[in-house]
Each structure stands twice: as C-alpha cells, then as structure tokens.
C-alpha cells in the first residue's frame, strides 16, 4: 500500500501563530517524516468555512535535491459589511533524516516563516518564526500511522512564544480511503482538535479531503469545516 504524502506546511505552526484557527494552514495540521518525491511537486487547496467568514488557500511544494520547499497564501473573506479580505503567506523548508518506512519510524525537521499581509513591514521585518520536528511510526504494514510533532513558534505579531505540539493519526480503512484525526496546539496559545477522511480519486496523483474541526478552549470557541484537494505530480527534474 502507497502512503499518502502531505505536503509537510508547517501548519502545525500556523495554528499557534493564528491563535484562533483562522488561518491555520492546510486541512490536516499535525505533520509525517514523508516528503514528496525527488524532483516531483504537489499543489494543496482547499476552502475553510468558519463561522462568519472563509478561508481559501493554496501551497505548492517542490523537493529539491531532498529539500521540500513550499511556498503559499491563503485568503480570509467575511461576511461583515466593510470588512476587507486578510491575506497571509507561507514559505517553508522540510527535511528527512530517517524517512518513514513501512512497519518502521521515521523524523525529519522543517522551518519556516508566515507573514499577515495586514501588519506593516516595518513592524515585524522577520515575520512570524517556526520550527518543528516530526515524527512518525509505521503500524500494520503502514494500516495504521502514528504522527507526533514537537517545536517552537515565534509569534512576532503578538511579541509571544510557544512550544508547539501536536498528535495525530492516519487509519487507512482501503488503499483509497484513510480515515484522520488529531489534537495540536502551543503553550501560551489555544489548543484544537480535527478529524475527517481522505480518498484518493486516481491513486499516487490526484486526492480529496474533507475536514471538522473545533477549539477546545479560549473565549471564542469556534467550529469549521474544510474541502480540498491534492494534485501530485511525477518527477519534473
């Protein structure tokens, strides 16, 4: 059975740095010690719907000579007269010094940095700082994937730090659909969980995903829903 590859985004982190989930990249945070295929790319979209506004986003990724860069934005839109749209951008690197095989463990680490389009340059000239380490367990001839993540934000924009976290798990119930779930979050900020499926309409090349989620603690508990999809490319270079 082929793994499914995530992009590896550094969601996990853009969880921590939104505080709420507005903003939290990709549908699934909690990343996989996988990367994409040498030479090959991949372009993850999806639409976020919140209460009040949504959310679209798409992130690109390339491995380049074992390095997955990914580079993105998404848009936030509500529905509140006046209300102009909220831009942020992404760029990160992710490497594997122990690729995940099957019935075996795998790490790597990824970095990156996320800016909000709405606060000045001036004011934070770095933008938005992370990195993590994930880490991955193969159970079951790859039947089951445990997936941990473990690193640190630094949210500029709030002058705030945090450790981040995150546990998850893919379930593949046939070599087309996997069923997920996972708790993440960062000290000093809220914590979330999600769950959903995946189905892959032409296996190793194009998927759909689909997503709940909700916030397990702050004063403005929210809920939302996701759709997208994945498009896989062979090897280019």
């Known amino acids: 059975m082929r793994i499914c590859i995530p992009i590896g985004l550094g969601a996990l982190a853009m969880g921590a740095i939104a505080v709420t989930p507005t903003f939290a990249a990709?549908?699934?945070?909690?990343?996989?010690?996988?990367?994409?295929?040498?030479?090959?790319c991949q372009v993850e979209t999806w639409l976020k719907r919140n209460p009040g506004s949504h959310e679209v986003w798409a992130l690109p990724a390339c491995n380049l000579a074992g390095v997955e860069i990914t580079a993105g934005a998404g848009v936030?839109?509500?529905?509140a007269?006046?209300?102009?749209?909220?831009?942020?951008?992404?760029?990160?690197?992710k490497t594997l010094f122990r690729p995940l095989t099957t019935n075996d463990w795998g790490w790597g680490l990824a970095a990156g940095v996320v800016r909000h389009a709405d606060i000045a340059l001036r004011e934070n000239l770095l933008a938005n700082q992370y990195f993590y380490v994930p880490v991955s367990k193969s159970?079951?001839?790859?039947?089951?994937?445990?997936?941990?993540?473990?690193?640190v934000v630094d949210n500029r924009d709030e002058k705030r730090r945090g450790l981040l976290w995150g546990a998850?798990?893919?379930?593949?119930?046939?070599?087309?659909t996997v069923l997920l779930g996972e708790v993440y979050g960062a000290t000093g900020f809220d914590r979330?969980?999600?769950v959903g499926v995946r189905y892959w309409i032409i296996p190793d090349r194009l998927q759909v995903d689909s997503t709940y989620g909700f916030q397990w603690n702050g004063a403005n508990r929210t809920?939302?829903?996701?759709?997208?999809f994945r498009i896989i490319s062979g090897r280019f270079f």
């Open 139 to 151: 159970f079951a001839d790859d039947r089951f994937v445990l997936l941990t993540n473990l690193g």
């Open 76 to 79: 936030q839109s509500t529905n």
């Open 26 to 40: 990709r549908p699934f945070v909690v990343d996989d010690a996988r990367v994409t295929d040498p030479g090959a």
């Open 223 to 228: 809920e939302w829903f996701t759709v997208g």
């Open 81 to 93: 007269a006046g209300q102009t749209d909220q831009r942020d951008y992404q760029l990160q690197g």
């Open 192 to 194: 979330f969980s999600q």
């Open 168 to 176: 998850g798990g893919e379930y593949y119930l046939t070599q087309r």
